[in-house]
């Protein structure tokens, strides 16, 4: 048998022709093969150049970096209302089995301790599903403070760790094989109050406990008593506290943030005690958090244009068959129809351009809160070079100080939440689940927050002719009232989003 020798240059040119047609893009959220080879290039090159020339104006950036005014509006104070006991009896145990990201689990925490109080059930720590797309099998205690949960809400409702000796047959895998009587299955969303009392109390009263899969957005927004919605915002902002160890890393980040290293020393393996007992008493250097939701999930189900050229169109299109089968809305509108509605999510590019015409300029510290970009450094270097003091929590803390968190994306991300929560500044690129917790908490706490108003935007990076003055002129009268001025809840909104007037009072 003869073995044909190829030359290197021969066998790297039938590679080039091989390898895509075993290509199949099941790597969530990293740049594939193909849109690697043709990285994209600036979409808007014009405004860029006039954006990286930008002049700077110390009025703006006063104005930029002013806290809020006082809106009247405060956390219910309920501290002088004396706690009511809890009934005598419970009616038994309710587990739920969270799936989604984290923040999409955490207000599925908040409804679970709202739901237990309706059906006066001890509520069983929740279960949080394996991701599929991030693979991250952490649990409730990995990432919240379970004691603290429990302590805050003694008086309002019983919680248990673990279920007792007789109910531990009650596991995820027990529902996964078969038809169960204590599994409640068919939970509409946003489902009422009553519907819990009619359909659940009477599995509790049968068997002594009820598991509710799938849990997520299963209980409603309105018509709901006074104390259940200011229960779940007593969830959602003083029971959920992240473990210790998030907590230091998270102010070890905001601390370097604030407190650049000096002469560019790199922070070594012990910086992290060293930078948590740092007081910022004169609470110089201010910072903005961005996050930029730019993964591969989130452009191929966009169907949205990025600039990657053909190889790119095609990746997300077999992406899109891949996991969606195909089915993805947006795939019926052209890019432009869809850039005209807003319903395309900002590139890295895009956001930057957004907050270089805001008035941020070169010496602005910037905190990039994301997993991974689809299309890596090559799409971040254009925000790089508008904003060369960006930093991540690879660069702000050692291997060392991040090992507890290393591939798990849940303690990613609540590492980013606490970063951003503790931020002078917030702005998500798109919205999501971290947009929409953070807006939340961060509006309960009179923080700034910038809200992208993505039909101005889809439509001003359509007009490709538009000047660098217009462009921002645009800008920052349309982002005028989107910095963090209460916006009351309406119907069918979320109150995690939206957490006034029903967890907030106006005094």
């Known amino acids: 048998m003869k073995i044909l020798l190829l030359p290197g240059g021969v066998l790297a040119a039938l590679l080039l022709l091989i390898l895509p047609a075993f290509y199949t893009p099941f790597a969530h959220a990293s740049p594939s093969v193909l849109s690697e080879w043709n990285a994209p290039k600036p979409r808007h090159l014009p405004l860029l150049k006039s954006a990286l020339q930008r002049p700077t104006s110390n009025e703006k950036q006063t104005d930029l970096w002013t806290p809020l005014d006082d809106q ?6 309920e501290s002088s209302k004396p706690p009511l006991s809890l009934p005598e009896k419970s009616e038994g145990y309710l587990q739920v089995f969270l799936d989604g990201g984290l923040n999409q689990q955490r207000m599925g925490i908040c409804d679970a301790v709202a739901v237990a109080k309706i059906l006066n059930a001890t509520l069983v720590i929740p279960h949080f599903e394996v991701n599929p797309v991030w693979q991250d099998s952490s649990s409730f205690m990995d990432i919240f403070d379970v004691d603290h949960f429990i302590n805050v809400l003694k008086d309002d409702i019983s919680i248990v760790k673990e279920l007792p000796d007789e109910f531990s047959w009650s596991t995820r895998e027990y529902y996964a ?31 002594g406990i009820a598991a509710v899969s799938p849990f997520s957005h299963r ?15 007593k969830v959602n902002f003083q029971a959920l506290v992240f473990v210790p160890h998030i907590r230091a890393l998270g102010d070890a980040l905001v601390s370097r943030l604030r407190q650049p290293y000096k002469n560019g020393a790199a922070p070594g393996a012990n910086y992290l005690q060293e930078t948590t007992d740092v007081i910022d008493k004169d609470g110089a250097g201010k910072f903005v958090v961005l996050h930029l939701r730019f993964d591969k999930d989130m452009a191929a189900h966009s169907a949205c244009d990025f600039g990657g050229g053909k190889a790119e169109k095609l990746a997300l299109a077999k992406y899109r068959q891949v996991i969606w089968q195909g089915r993805v809305l947006n795939s019926q509108f052209t890019d432009e129809e869809l850039r005209s509605q807003g319903r395309c999510p900002l590139t890295p590019e895009e956001i930057g351009l957004l907050l270089a015409a805001l008035g941020f300029d070169n010496s602005t510290r910037l905190y990039l809160a994301s997993h991974k970009v689809y299309g890596g450094e090559a799409r971040i270097s254009t925000l790089r070079k508008l904003f060369p003091l960006m930093e991540d929590k690879k660069s702000l803390a050692s291997s060392e100080e991040r090992a507890q968190i290393k591939g798990k994306a849940s303690l990613l991300a609540a590492v980013d939440y606490y970063v951003g929560l ?51 002129q645009a800008v920052v009268e349309g982002h005028e009232n989107r910095q963090g001025q209460i916006r009351l809840r309406k119907p069918k909104q979320s109150i995690y989003t939206y957490p006034a007037p029903d967890c907030m009072c106006h005094v």
């Open 72 to 77: 009247g509006w405060r956390p219910c104070d």
């Open 177 to 207: 094989i078969a038809i169960r009587a204590t599994r409640i299955k068919m939970a509409p969303v946003h489902a009422s109050a009553n519907w819990y009392l009619e359909n659940v109390s009477p599995v509790l009263q049968s068997y």
């Open 219 to 233: 209980l409603s927004f309105d018509n709901l008593p006074m104390d259940i919605q200011r229960l779940r915002s």
């Open 422 to 472: 503790h931020s002078d500044i917030f702005v998500s690129a798109s919205p999501g689940n971290m947009h929409n917790a953070l807006v939340g908490h961060r509006t309960y706490k009179n923080l700034k927050t910038i809200r992208p108003n993505m039909a101005l935007l889809g439509q001003l990076f359509l007009n490709k002719s538009i000047s660098w003055i217009d462009f921002q």
